[in-house]
């Protein structure tokens, strides 16, 4: 159905919905109206599955909202394409406008093209982003509903500045941030770091066990780290790692490739090396963003390299002691 014909279809539809001719389709309509009840208060569905994932959940809150002695005659019509009328297209706009206009309208998706990115949320909060990192949430009716896949930094305004309460999901995790919040988290396939910035406890879960008992407390300072796919139950204090939105990066043993991803996307370039032994190498250093020359020179100090700049790539070299 082309977008014209979609429209028309909708059009129709409302209007037979608004203006019936005919009490026969009132038996079927009556499930149909309660169902729009029903998922008129449902949330829109989750940011991070597919289309067809959620329009298959759409249709399920239709079942369930439809009586089961009158479920026959609403839903079969529904689903079956050779008895496309009333009934069916009050259906089908209902499920479009719900689901159709949410996937083409309603996902905001911040990813930084370079560097870091300040970003700043319909609430006023502001979040820092890493380049490679991707935020997604909802622009419709904003609740603090946040999809994070990489890096980024969270600074959540007060209640009192209009802030409220985010719930920021990862692979791994959910956090639950009240307003005043802040925090750094790490979420991506080298590692998890969560590390309380702020003066409020943050409360933590598995996104497959949300209920109260299965949460854990990180308070002001400490850290969450882990670099197996589950969350670890590490805590460290110190918050140095924390400065990259200000240009200073800084690691203590991190994975060496996750160290040169970062350095790639803050400088835009490519990192070359021969290292064998780099899928196990471990890395404790810094660098500033401040100079590219000086960045790789403090990536290679700790790790006793030597290194080649040429344009827009970055060589690493083992250091060769020459014969005396």
């Given at each position: ?147 994070l896949n990489g890096h980024a930094q969270f600074h959540i305004k007060p209640a009192a500045e209009g802030g409220v309460s985010y ?158």
């Open positions: 159905m082309s977008e014209e014909e979609e429209k028309d279809f909708i059009d129709k539809a409302l209007h037979d919905l608004n203006h019936p001719k005919n009490k026969k389709f009132e038996k079927e309509l009556s499930p149909l109206h309660k169902a729009m009840d029903e998922v008129d208060n449902m949330k829109i569905p989750d940011a991070k599955k597919s289309k067809k994932e959620s329009w298959k959940d759409i249709k399920g809150k239709i079942r369930t909202a439809a009586p089961q002695q009158e479920k026959r005659g609403v839903i079969e019509v529904f689903f079956n394409p050779q008895q496309i009328r009333k009934v069916a297209a009050v259906a089908a706009v209902f499920v479009g406008i719900y689901a159709l206009w949410f996937f083409m309208n309603g996902i905001q998706t911040i990813s930084p093209s370079d560097g870091t990115l300040e970003y700043t949320f319909p609430d006023g909060s502001v979040a820092y982003l890493k380049k490679g990192s991707t935020i997604d949430y909802l622009k419709h009716r904003f609740d603090g509903n946040i999809y719930e920021v999901k990862t692979d791994r995790s959910v956090i639950f941030a009240n307003t005043g919040s802040s925090f750094d988290i790490r979420d991506d396939n080298f590692l998890y770091h969560l590390t309380n910035l702020g003066n409020e406890h943050l409360n933590v879960t598995s996104p497959h066990h949300l209920d109260e008992g299965n949460r854990t407390i990180v308070q002001n300072g400490h850290s969450l780290k882990s670099t197996s796919k589950r969350i670890g139950n590490t805590f460290d204090l110190g918050t140095s790692h924390s400065s990259w939105p200000s240009g200073h990066f800084v690691y203590n043993e991190v994975p060496f490739k996750m160290v040169i991803k970062d350095f790639e996307n803050q400088f835009g370039v490519i990192v070359e090396h021969e290292i064998a032994e780099i899928e196990d190498m471990l890395y404790t250093g810094s660098f500033k963003d401040e100079d590219i020359t000086k960045a790789v020179a403090s990536l290679c100090e700790s790790i006793n390299m030597d290194f080649i700049l040429e344009g827009e790539k970055v060589i690493l070299k083992q250091i060769v002691e020459e014969d005396l």
